[in-house]
Every structure is written in structure tokens, then in C-alpha cells.
């Protein structure tokens, strides 16, 4: 212990955690390979690296959900060797992990859910006295100016991530560790969450945050770790941490350039909507999308840029068919004919594709193989007189799989399994299967790290290079400033400002957005 | 699309396919060992009665209505739902069958064409509900199976209807003709051995039409470039299957031949082996009950398949509801009582997933056996009926345990 304090150049604090050569292998892959970590008291240590780089299987191995045995190597925290079976050890000690899926009830209060298996309670019998002052106390301590009593159903998601904190808090926590806790909240709400455990620092809470927002882990921590094919690659300390390098030694390789280059061909317009209005599925009366016109020329990446809740998603899939939303009026046009998107089926017939932003729970069936996922939206593609041609699927499998370089054993490999940026590769290979003219993509990057991306931008720019049109909706507006031929803006359930993608910057979105919310009365 | 990928991607996808061939059929072979180590342990513990040819027959018989709905029960399993009113639709239809044939004479091919009319509709009043209205099939079905209980005993009017018409009884109680004619095989001293022909040709009929088919597609998968599993254990599987069905259909022979019912039987179970596997329904069908959100974004019409799935349990559950009556000669009030429960228990012994997306027709057909094997083999000797009760149950949680604990260690 004495020599490691001295070895890490951070002697002033001392290490409260090490883990030493821990090996993990599941059947046929070893997913991690005598990895180290150390952190020490008070740090937020960034943990950074691809998707399937073994970031996620190391926190399972440090939080008992991989118990004590089912690996090698050992993990000391404060100064013990710990021998986890199940979270509720790790618990007791003080390391609580919060996940990418929040884990609260959402039919309890924030006070209950606060206290959740950790409850204020002599004999059984909860003290919700204590309770409610309990809460009151953490939700201050996080920031968040809600009712202790306030379902959590009726908190957003950036709220809810602070309810998890609070959670943690209550549990006496001296490790935090975040998974992505950022990757779906709006930039305000991630700001404050970054803050937050800026200033559990000073209360010698230390965190690990996992992330794939390269400029938040360069702003807030510490000391950064990058792992790579399951192996520690190499820790930074605070003043060597620049984007490059991580993105270097993230990748193996240097990434000159975030967004592969592209030279447009675009051709005649492909895809019309026209003043088209939704309403609110629940509160019909509230229009949600208030009379947008849009067109996307074939050969064209036409980004949709806007806050949360500015009606994006409940556009695209208002119009894939009619999967949002009531009382829908307007025209959709394709190749300047009207066509009818009323149903799924008729807009993917009309040539239409959406991927949605949320692919664990719209787009992939989990327990299901790749091959199968593959196929779905596209079952005629691969049958003859409704039976399936069972090598014919497994020809597309494999050559999808080739195509958008899906890493994974073989087609027979069940999406569960596959970290996100390879999902999202099954999701684009199910409809680039059924091939659209169109295709919408929503948040086709969340979550996803910088190598896979570059590659999910590569088949969008081949996408388009074959004459389709392409229509994304993201919240890094930086990513639709690199790949877009034309931005519309968004807000409110209206377009409030189209911009060129060459004289696009994330200032003039903004004044659009800004600018636009005047006339929405 | 295009193909020129084809072969490099394929060589590493096939050889481990061949692996996840081995694991994902693993269950299947775990399931068809355990019904043969049942089997076996019932043959000696009943002193060799179980694997006698009359009481093989009667197992067939005993058990054709319960795989028969097992069959419409794995697909509203994999499609996420549950069906508890099959018991009580069987029952009902008896009764109808029994009113339109014992009552008002109707032809018994009408009657029971009818029936299945009935049976369907029956289906769609309650997939209307759960696929169109979103109730949860749970609930709906619980009030069907205590609307079609009741229903039953009001046309019934609380008495026995019967006897049924020598044609209908045909249906469970008849066997195939021996068009052929029968062999006699002398065994010396002791009596001859009187073997039903026809059964033995259609036996080895069937495993040459096995061997050949397994042949065909593998020679297709080879020539394609994909790996198949490899040939041994290709061989050890065909001779296996090829010998169990050999004994089978001899031991049917070797009483009065492939019951009727048996026929019907084993052409609904090849027809739901092959919409599972290999038609663009069942594969729809798995995807609803893996994630419906995902299924219904990528086009499928969620509704009207979850329509159709109850639409055809119905239909099944009429048939063995008819197979039921003409097995007991009458339609009682108390028919089909209790049979959704050893339906849906043989399902889940067969390794289907309570929450949808998964199971297979082989595995139900197999579960209904161990349910039918132990039924019958613990009513040989002479289990009470309370104790076969506690045995069957703990048969299901030890099967489903399991189960989950092979799934949790992979």
C-alpha cells in the first residue's frame, strides 16, 4: 500500500481503491485482460474507451454483479481485499454504481425510491417522518427542487439521474461510479450533473465516470483511464489530458478527422412533407408538431437540429406511420408524388426507413440473433410464398454483417450481447435490408464511441452516395455540422431556421432556436 | 443484395454456427433424454407394462388432445400471451358437437366442420380484446374460461349428451386401415406376433423421408459454402431419431396400427414445426413476443397477428375439444376442465419463456409427453391421484428451474 501511494504522483490522497490484474473471460473472448485501475480519495477517474473495450464488464467485476471467483485478480478498496458476491456487498462498503438504465420505480415517490431497500424503518415499520426529511436533505445536497413526495413518472430524465445521486447519498457513498450518466440529458442538465460531482470532490466522494463525451471527461476529471480490447492502454494525469490523444490511444490509431469527407451529389428532391400538424396523443387538443414543410433531395444528408422536446422525433415518427401522435394532417411526397404512410408497412413500401433513437427498447429484439434482427423488416426480401429461404437469410446476414463491419462472433451472436455501437450497426443493416429511398435517422450516434461513429458516418455518407436521402435528427450539434448538407432547426413543434451545412455553426443554430421561440404564441 | 461478401464473411460465421446449432438444439436433446430417462424408469418401475403396445397406443390417445393445444399454446407463448380458457373452449365444443350430432342428427363431417367454425370464432372474440383493445390476454381469457364453463353446462343443461354417431368415434377410437393386409410372424412355441403393415411401411417411409431431407439440405448448405454441423454427430442424431421412430411405429404395428388421431396428430405438428421455422409468420410471431415495440416499428402488424394467434388456438382448441368427446363417447359438463393447466405446463416444461419470444414446437410436443408419460405410468402403479397431483407440479418447477439456471450460467 505505502509504495503504490508514492508510486501514483498523487501522495496527498491517499488510494482508496486498486484493482490489480483483473482477467474476466466469458466463453471463447476474454474481455478483459489483466487490467489495473487505481483510484484515490476525492478524484473523478474518467474511464474511457470503445464500445466492447470491457469499461462496462470491469465496473460489474468492481460492484459484485460478476461475483468473486468468476474472475482473476484482486480488488482492494480501502485497503481490504474485497470478495463481492452481488451488488448489496459492494453496497455496504460504499461503492454504488448508477447505470446507463436508470434503476427507479417509477410509481414511487422520489422519497421512497430515495430509500429503496434502505429504508428509514425501526422493525419494519417506516419512520416517514425521517423519510420525507431524509429526501429533503439529499434532493438539496443534489440540487433538485422537487417534492419528496412527486412521483418519479412525473420527473425527466435529467431529473431522475439526480434522484439516483440522492439515492446514492443516502447510501453513504464513497465511490460513485456513473455509467454514461450524461448520454441522455440535454447539455444544461449535464453541465449540473458534472458540477455536482465536482463538488462531491471537496466532500472526498470519489467517482468514476464512464463516458463517451470526450470534452466533459477532458473538463472535469482528474485523471483519465483508456482501455482498448479488454486491456488497460494507459492513465493520464490532469494536465496530459487532451481530446486528441485520448481519441488515439482510445483508437490505437490517430483519427485526423472526426467526420469521414464526402463529396455530395445530390440530385432532385426525393421526400416532401408539407404543413404537416400533430397533436398530442393524450391532450388532443395540444398541437405538438404545428405545420412543418420539409424536403430532403436524393444524395442529401439533411441534419434536424433542436433542444429536447422540440418535436424532432415526434416529426419523424408521426410521419413513419403514424407511430406518434393524433389527429396527423398534412401531405408527404415522395419523388412528388403523395404517398400514404398511415401504416408501418405503407411507409417502408413508400420506400421510407426510421431508426430509432432508443434501439434496445424500438429497435432490435434482444434475445433474438443478429441474423434474425436482420431480416425482420425485410422478411419477403429473404422468403418465397411466405416460407424462408433459410440460406438466402443467412447470405444477407453475412453480408450485412461484412458491410457495416458488425463485430461480433457470427450472425448467430444474440443482439443482447453486442455493445451499442454494433446494435446500432443490426439496427441500419435491418433497413438498409428493406431499402429506403429515405432513411431518418434519430440519435444514431447516442451512446456510441468515436471509432464507431466514424464508421456509422461512413455508411451514411455511402448511403447517400448511392442516391438515398438521408434525414438525421441529433442533439451534438457538432456532429451535424461535420456531416449535413443542410440543417433545419427546430423548436417548439415548428422549423425556425434552415441553414446551408457549410455556413452552419452551432452559434447560428442557437440564435435560430433562441430567435424562434418568440413566435410560438 | 449483392454477394460478392458472401464467402469471406462466411467462413467465420458458419463454424461458429455450427457451435450455436449445437448449443441452441442442446435443450432439445437435454428435454428428449429426459423423456426417455422417464420412459425408461416407468418401464421397469410398472414391471414392463409402460412400453407395451396397447398402453403405447393408449398414451397416444390419452395425450393427443393436450399436444394438439400445446401446439396453438406455443404460439400464444412465444407471442407474449397466455391462454387459460382452452380447457373450458374444449369442453364447450364437446358440447356442441354433441347437441348438433346427438340432438339434431347432423352429419358428423358437418358437425365437426362446424365445430372448428365455432372454435375460431370463439378465438377471435377473444383476440379482439387483447390484440385490438390491449386488455391483457390473462384477463381476458380467465373470463372466458368461466364464460365457456358456464356456457357448457347451460346447453348441456347439467346432464351427459351422448353416445355420438360410430363415424365421429372413428375420430379418437379408430385406426388406419391395413391396406396392405397384416403379417403374421411365427415366435414358435409362444403366440404369434400379428404386425399391422401399412404402420410399418409409413414408419419406414418417414425415416427415409428424415434421412433424405437432412441429406438434401445439408448437401444445400455445403454447396453454398456454409459449413454444416458436422457429419458424426449429424449420423448419431439421424440413426437416433431413425430408430426411435422404427421401434415406435413397430410397436404400434405390433398392436392394431397408427391410431387415427395419431395421423391428424402428427400432421398439426409438422405443419407448426414448419410455420415456426421456416415461414415468415412464425418468424413474425417471434419477434412480437421478443420486443412488440421493435417488431410493430419494423412493419409488422402486431395487432392482427396477435389477432390470428388466438384465432388459431381456437381452432385447436375446438378440435381437441371434438377428439376429447369422441374419446369418451359423451360430452359431460366437466370436459376439458383442468386441461389448460397441464397445456400450458407441458409448454413451459418444453422451455418456452413466460415472457414471450421464445420456445419451440418440438420442446412443447416433448413436455406433453413427460406430462402424459408420468400421468400414465404413475396411474399403472397405482399412485394415488393427490400424490400424481404434487409429483406433476414439482416435474414443472424442477423443469423450469433448470431452465433458468442453464440460461443464467451461459
Redesign the interface.
Known sequence: MQDRLASNGQSMNKTILEMRGITKTFPGVKALQDVNLDVVEGEIHAIVGENGAGKSTLMKVLSGVYPHGSYEGDVVFEGHECHFHGIHDSERVGIVIIHQELALVPLLSIAENIFLGNERARNGVIDWHEVRSGARKLLDMVGLNEDPETLVTHLGTGKQQLVEIAKALAKEVKLLILDEPTASLAEKDSNALLDLLVAFKKQGIASILISHKLNEVSKVADRITVLRDGKTIETMNREEIGEDRIITSMVGRSIEDRYPGRTPQIGETLFEVENWVVHHPIHTERQVIKGVDLAVRRGEVVGIAGLMGSGRTELAMSVFGRTYGHGITGQVRMNGKPVDTSSVKKAVDAGIAYVTEDRKTYGLNLIDHIKHNVTIANLVGVSRGGVIDDLAELRVANDYRARTNIRSSSVYQLTGNLSGGNQQKVVLSKWLFADPQLLILDEPTRGIDVGAKYEIYTIINKLAGEGRGILIISSEMPELLGICDRIYVMNEGRIVGELAGNEASQEKIMRAIVRGEGKTA | ???E??N???A??????VR??IQ?NLRDYGLVVALLAIMVFFQFATNGTLFKPVNLTNIVLQNSYIIIMALGMLLVIVGGHIDLSVGSVSGFVGAVAAILMVEYDLNPLVAAILCLGVGALIGASQGFWIAYLKIPSFIVTLAGMLVFKGLSLAILGGRSVGPFPPEFQMLSAGFIPDVFGPITIPQGEAAPITLHTTTLVIGIAIVLAIVYFSLTSRA??ER?G?QAEPFALFAVKTAIIGALILFFTYTLASYKGIPNVMVVMSILIAVFVFITR????G??I??LG??A?????????TERLTFYIFVIMGMLAALAGLIFAARLNTATPKAGQGFELDVIAAVFIGGA?MAG??GQVAGAVIGAFIMGVMNNGMSIMGVNIDWQQVIKGLVLLGAVVFDVYNKNK?
Open positions: 443484395m449483392s454477394s461478401t458472401v469471406s464473411a462466411a467465420p460465421g458458419a463454424r461458429s454456427s450455436a446449432i441452441s444445400s448448405r453454398h456454409y421456416m415461414t415468415t409468420l418468424r413474425r417471434y419477434a421478443g420486443n415495440k421493435a417488431a410493430q416499428l419494423s412493419g409488422i402488424k419463456s419470444g421464445v451461459a
